[in-house]
């Protein structure tokens, strides 16, 4: 069996924070860092917007402005983004407030998906050099306590045992199935009732013109509906791969968009979100998203919907015939999302607060409501199995630390971060 004075299960952004922020100490201890992947797939890796300013990112359950600013600079330190400019920011607010909502401005840095790969590269090369281990294409399966007079955690992967006086889980969203199961087994109690549930809309950047001001607008509207993860230049929508319990796949799309060094496509997208909370009788959001997504990969025959929003008006479906034409002058970027009607899939209640929502943003930036603007459903968010802490630095069981999305501690790459450092700081202040 391997032995370690701490294990790190992910290499996301949560878990590298935690790495470099254990190596801080005068004596930092040995590190293991896991991944079941050979790369990190976590969000560094994809589109890798990093936020710096508060709220954006960050659980407000676990965090408050007052914690999180000061772990905010020192991930800045850290990383030493170039902040990208805004133009124009104040015209769009105000016509934001005229309309009961409101236009968030935030310090950005964008690498695109091509930087983010070569910033993890980096980023990992400069661990290996200070001695921390990796094990790549190894995914965890179990985690026990050690056995009785030891301290610490035995981590089972896929080819071996390891042993460890400090366990940190960080699975990501991924990971929310693992970490549930780990949850289930080590009796900690969680609970996720929260959902955002939503549409990705995609137009040409001229419809969406903010976004030559503001790179990553993030509006919020009434009946807690927002713009989130824009993207332009070199924009694409994809679509990400689920599984619901039995194995069958269902699918969310996301955005993404490539660096300065790519060719453009003149297009852009983003997500248009809203914040489901379950309450009485208290139901999982994670069961909830996956029945939402199943729905609509059975009516897009095993792929997400995606409607024109000339159609969407008309009250018909699109198809892929009518895709094109000379008010619809361009491709979709997803070509396996089907044509269909986005109101057969996507719960009332939702459909009329991002309609309510699209129709306040094109009083903000005309152009968006263009009969060619295309709304892919679903693009669902898990909120994470919120578990309950022991104190401050995320510590769920004795030596044992669930940190970044998979854990609810960070909705983004920088908050994922700092959870590492404040898991680090609880590793480092306890031995
Ligand atoms: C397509 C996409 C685009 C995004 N764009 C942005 C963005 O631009 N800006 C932003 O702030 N946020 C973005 N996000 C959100 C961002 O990815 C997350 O907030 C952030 O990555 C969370 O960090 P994490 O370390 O908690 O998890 P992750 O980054 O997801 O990392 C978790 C890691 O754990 C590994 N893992 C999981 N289970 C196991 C296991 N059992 N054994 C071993 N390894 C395991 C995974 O392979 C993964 O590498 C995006 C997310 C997606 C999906």
Avoid at 297 to 308: E, F, M, T, W, Y
Avoid at 368 to 388: D, F, G, V
Wanted: contains cysteine; hydrophobic residues 40%; positive net charge.
């Amino acid at each position: 069996m391997d032995h370690y004075d701490v294990v790190i299960i992910g290499t996301g952004p949560a878990g590298l924070g935690a790495a470099f922020g254990l190596l801080e100490g005068a004596k930092p201890p040995s590190i293991l860092l896991l991944d079941r992947h050979s790369y990190s797939s976590g969000g560094l890796r994809n589109d890798c917007k990093m936020n710096f300013s508060w709220p954006i990112g960050f659980p407000v359950g676990v965090w408050d402005e007052a914690t999180a600013l000061p772990y905010l600079r020192r991930v800045e330190a850290f990383l030493k983004p170039d902040i990208l400019e805004k133009r124009n920011v104040s015209v769009y607010a105000k016509r934001a407030e005229r309309l009961n909502s409101s236009l968030i401005e935030i310090r950005q840095a964008h690498l695109g998906t091509d930087g983010g790969l070569e910033l993890i590269k980096r980023l990992m090369a400069e661990l290996s050099g200070r001695g921390v281990d990796f094990g790549l294409d190894e995914q965890v399966l179990k985690i026990e306590a050690a056995p009785k007079g030891n301290r610490g955690w035995i981590a089972t992967s896929a080819k071996r045992e390891i042993a460890c006086r400090d366990l940190v889980i960080a699975p990501g969203r991924g990971g929310f199935a693992f970490l549930q199961e780990v949850m289930s087994a080590l009796g900690i109690a969680y609970t996720d009732n929260v959902v955002d549930i939503g549409i990705r809309v995609e137009a040409r950047e001229e419809r969406y013109a903010i976004v030559k001001d503001y790179y990553d607008p993030k509006f919020l509207f009434p009946l807690k509906t927002r713009t989130f993860c824009t993207n332009s230049r070199a924009a694409h929508v994809v679509q990400e791969k689920y599984e619901d319990g039995d194995g069958k796949p269902w699918y969310s799309v996301n955005g993404h968009a490539w660096s300065e060094s790519r060719p453009a496509n003149g297009l852009a997208n983003f997500a248009l979100l809203r914040t489901i909370t379950l309450t009485q009788p208290l139901a999982s959001g994670q069961a909830y998203a996956r029945m939402l997504g199943a729905q609509a990969s059975l009516l897009g025959g095993g792929a997400p919907i995606v409607q024109r929003v000339g159609d969407f008006r008309l009250g018909k479906r699109s198809k892929a015939a009518g895709l094109n034409g000379d008010l619809y002058d361009f491709e979709p970027t997803l070509k396996s999302a089907t044509p269909g009607d986005l109101a057969l899939a996507c719960p009332g209640k939702i459909l009329e607060a991002l309609w309510k929502a699209m129709k306040t943003l094109d009083t903000i930036v005309p152009g968006i409501l263009h009969p060619s603007t295309l709304m892919y459903y679903p693009e669902i968010k898990l909120y994470a199995n919120r578990p309950s802490f022991m104190d401050g630095n995320f510590q769920a069981l004795p030596r044992l630390w669930l940190i970044g999305d998979g854990a609810g501690t960070s909705r983004g790459i920088t908050a994922a971060w700092a959870s590492g450092l404040r898991a680090a700081e609880g590793i480092r202040s306890s031995t």
